[in-house]
């Protein structure tokens, strides 16, 4: 069983900076591939970048590539999404979910795949 926590959101002007954690509980968290989505108001939550069990292989959604950068540290048992150059579409709640990798380096942006999600954060880019 894996119990994610997120952190680090809040209100930002257009092309600010923050970066979001998830920390997570239980010894085996190394073990898992872990994803961060986002769901605005009045939409679905859509997937918004992935990093494998060993922080070797990232994986981002196009919308977000070159400005947010997934990251782990192991050793603390928490994932961090940095978002750089933040514009008024990024404004959602983000969540963090993870799924037992395996060992292996599977990516998938598929939200069925993921067996334990976060509560959420809230993120709010002013124009």
């Known amino acids: 069983q894996v119990q994610l926590v997120e952190s680090g959101g809040g209100l930002v002007q257009a092309g600010g900076s923050l970066r979001l954690s998830c920390e997570a509980s239980?010894?085996?968290?190394?073990?898992?591939?872990v994803g961060w989505f986002r769901q605005a108001p009045g939409k679905e939550r859509v997937f918004v970048a992935h990093i494998s069990w060993s922080g070797g292989r990232t994986y981002y959604t196009d919308s977000v590539k070159g400005r947010f950068t997934i990251s782990r540290i192991n050793a603390k048992n928490t994932v961090y999404l940095q978002m750089n150059s933040l514009k008024p579409e990024d404004t959602a709640v983000y969540y963090c979910?993870?799924?037992?990798?395996?060992?292996?380096?599977?990516?998938?942006?598929?939200?069925?795949?993921?067996?334990?999600w976060g509560q959420g954060t809230q993120v709010t880019v002013s124009s």
């Open positions: 239980g010894r085996t968290f190394s073990s898992y591939a």
């Open positions: 979910a993870a799924y037992p990798a395996g060992g292996g380096s599977y990516i998938t942006s598929r939200i069925s795949e993921y067996s334990y």
